[in-house]
């Protein structure tokens, strides 16, 4: 283990944390390791933006303040160097081997029968496929879609690529993990299948999609971009505080695209396009550019301009569908709802937490004590999912699905605006006034949102 933490370290770059009345912490993580392809586009070393480790962050001296000269060194587990090292050779794990003869076990079979239903429990689904639910996932949708085939995909290099993807997604994230990205992915196969849309998408089209939702948030660290902004980190710098984790998750795909040599068969202009295409749909996941989204959307439908037939405009509604999966979790049935609700917040806690032991200003939605679960979530519902998959509905001409996610979305607002009143009535007979406040609802810094 010491070893293996020695080889990581030689390959640290560097991330510092400022407040007012501190100066700054060094923290050796892995630096920015680039390859630039041929075809002009920069990807990102696998691995080059590890999980914070918050047990590091929590070597303080003893008078609690951060020491000015202290270098303190990321140690990576030995098990995800080794785990990564075999990636980096090209070995697949054998446990899972067994995907690739389709051979799924009974329920998790029968459930794959019904993956475009929007009851789709995936929680349900990752317990079943032994925590590889997004590997299982993308494995079968790229059967049923015919990708393989029209692509001449190998199997077992598919495979690999996919292993990668969901590797380097953090468990120990509770909301930003390789469950929530095969959540996106089978939420966009849902939407790929919508009429309106699917009757102009071609494979290169569908591919594309099921990508950019399987790899949206790969690699993410489970802190926001305002977070690493104000720790200086390198990823921060580098993006020149655009986009930063967006970006980072598109380089970091390329580069795995380009380790696994899935595409490496096809002529040099289409790898180029598709390197290309998916980062302009992870970048329209960043939630800072909703309005520019929602304006552009509005004034297509509005004008009734969007021709289906022209590749930007069907590029533009992949986006939109993309945009849409990734923040559909309060359109589910309530029971999976709210267990995204109380992963997200956990996740945006931690970070909280994080801030206040470093004596960093917390950031909005990110105080355990102020901002509770039913607030957070009635006001992501109200500025943020509400006006984008109302203007869906209007693209899709309220299909059953459609209808189906807007029923859910107006139901558990509800129930969060009951719990929050019970959360009011409570505070107020126990006398503990302040705790949830009424502005609290009306708060939504963009940044925090999931």
């Given at each position: 283990?010491?070893?293996?933490?020695?080889?990581?370290?030689?390959?640290?770059?560097?991330?510092?944390?400022?407040?007012?009345?501190?100066?700054a912490?060094?923290?050796?993580?892995?630096?920015?390791?680039?390859?630039?392809?041929?075809?002009?586009?920069?990807?990102?070393?696998?691995?080059?933006?590890?999980?914070?480790?918050?047990r590091?962050?929590?070597?303080?001296?003893?008078?609690?303040?951060?020491?000015?000269?202290?270098?303190?060194?990321?140690?990576?587990?030995?098990?995800?160097?080794?785990?990564?090292?075999?990636?980096?050779?090209?070995?697949?794990?054998?446990?899972?081997?067994?995907?690739?003869?389709?051979?799924?076990?009974?329920?998790?079979?029968?459930?794959?029968?019904?993956?475009?239903?929007?009851?789709?429990?995936?929680?349900?689904?990752?317990?079943?496929t032994?925590?590889?639910?997004?590997?299982?996932?993308?494995?079968?949708?790229?059967?049923?879609?015919?990708?393989?085939?029209?692509?001449?995909?190998?199997?077992?290099?598919?495979?690999?690529?996919?292993?990668?993807?969901?590797?380097?997604?953090?468990?120990?994230n509770?909301?930003?993990?390789?469950?929530?990205?095969?959540?996106v992915?089978?939420?966009?196969?849902?939407?790929?299948r919508?009429?309106?849309?699917?009757?102009?998408?071609?494979?290169?089209?569908?591919?594309?999609?099921?990508?950019?939702?399987?790899?949206?948030?790969?690699?993410?660290?489970?802190?926001?971009?305002?977070?690493?902004?104000?720790?200086?980190?390198?990823?921060a710098?580098?993006?020149?505080?655009?986009?930063?984790?967006?970006?980072?998750?598109?380089?970091?795909?390329?580069?795995?695209?380009?380790?696994?040599?899935?595409?490496?068969?096809?002529?040099?202009?289409?790898?180029?396009?598709?390197?290309?295409?998916?980062?302009?749909?992870?970048?329209?996941?960043?939630?800072?550019?909703?309005?520019?989204?929602?304006?552009?959307?509005?004034s297509?439908?509005?004008?009734?301009?969007?021709?289906?037939?022209?590749?930007?405009?069907?590029?533009?509604?992949?986006?939109?569908?993309?945009?849409?999966?990734?923040?559909?979790?309060?359109?589910?049935?309530?029971?999976?709802?709210?267990?995204?609700?109380e992963?997200?917040?956990?996740?945006?806690?931690?970070?909280?937490?994080?801030?206040?032991?470093?004596?960093?200003?917390?950031?909005?939605?990110?105080?355990?004590?102020?901002?509770?679960?039913?607030?957070?979530?009635?006001?992501?519902?109200?500025?943020?999912?509400?006006?984008?998959?109302?203007?869906?509905a209007?693209?899709?001409?309220?299909?059953?699905?459609?209808?189906?996610?807007l029923?859910?979305?107006?139901?558990n607002?509800?129930?969060?605006?009951?719990?929050?009143?019970?959360?009011?009535?409570?505070?107020?007979?126990?006398?503990?006034?302040?705790?949830?406040?009424?502005?609290?609802?009306?708060?939504?810094?963009e940044?925090?949102?999931?």
């Amino acid at each position: 283990m010491r070893a293996s933490c020695i080889l990581w370290s030689n390959r640290c770059g560097e991330i510092s944390f400022d407040s007012p009345d501190q100066n700054a912490k060094c923290v050796r993580m892995l630096g920015d390791a680039r390859v630039r392809g041929q075809t002009g586009v920069l990807s990102e070393r696998r691995g080059s933006y590890p999980f914070i480790d918050f047990r590091l962050l929590n070597n303080t001296t003893l008078s609690g303040e951060i020491g000015t000269k202290k270098k303190v060194k990321r140690l990576l587990s030995f098990q995800r160097y080794f785990h990564a090292s075999r990636l980096l050779r090209g070995i697949v794990p054998q446990a899972s081997l067994y995907l690739l003869d389709e051979d799924y076990l009974g329920q998790a079979r029968h459930m794959l029968s019904k993956v475009g239903m929007w009851d789709f429990d995936i929680f349900l689904f990752d317990r079943l496929t032994n925590g590889n639910s997004l590997v299982t996932l993308l494995c079968h949708l790229f059967n049923v879609h015919g990708l393989i085939h029209h692509f001449q995909l190998d199997m077992v290099t598919l495979h690999r690529f996919l292993v990668m993807v969901q590797e380097d997604y953090h468990s120990q994230n509770p909301y930003h993990n390789a469950v929530h990205a095969a959540d996106v992915t089978q939420a966009m196969h849902c939407y790929l299948r919508e009429p309106k849309l699917a009757n102009f998408l071609t494979p290169s089209d569908i591919m594309l999609g099921l990508l950019a939702a399987a790899a949206h948030d790969v690699d993410h660290p489970g802190v926001n971009q305002p977070f690493l902004i104000k720790t200086k980190h390198h990823l921060a710098s580098l993006y020149q505080n655009v986009s930063v984790l967006e970006n980072h998750h598109w380089r970091s795909t390329i580069g795995m695209l380009r380790e696994s040599r899935l595409l490496a068969h096809l002529p040099k202009e289409v790898t180029q396009d598709i390197e290309q295409q998916l980062g302009s749909l992870i970048l329209a996941t960043d939630i800072n550019r909703q309005n520019e989204f929602l304006i552009r959307l509005k004034s297509h439908l509005d004008n009734q301009d969007l021709r289906l037939e022209d590749a930007q405009d069907r590029h533009f509604m992949l986006q939109i569908a993309l945009k849409c999966a990734d923040i559909c979790n309060p359109c589910r049935l309530w029971d999976l709802s709210k267990q995204w609700s109380e992963r997200v917040c956990e996740e945006f806690y931690r970070q909280g937490d994080l801030e206040q032991k470093f004596e960093l200003e917390i950031s909005p939605l990110c105080n355990q004590q102020k901002d509770t679960i039913p607030s957070i979530q009635i006001g992501f519902m109200t500025y943020i999912v509400e006006p984008l998959f109302e203007r869906w509905a209007q693209f899709t001409g309220d299909t059953p699905l459609s209808e189906n996610m807007l029923n859910h979305l107006r139901r558990n607002k509800a129930k969060w605006r009951s719990l929050l009143h019970k959360q009011h009535s409570s505070s107020r007979s126990n006398d503990h006034s302040g705790q949830v406040t009424g502005s609290q609802e009306q708060t939504l810094n963009e940044e925090e949102t999931p």
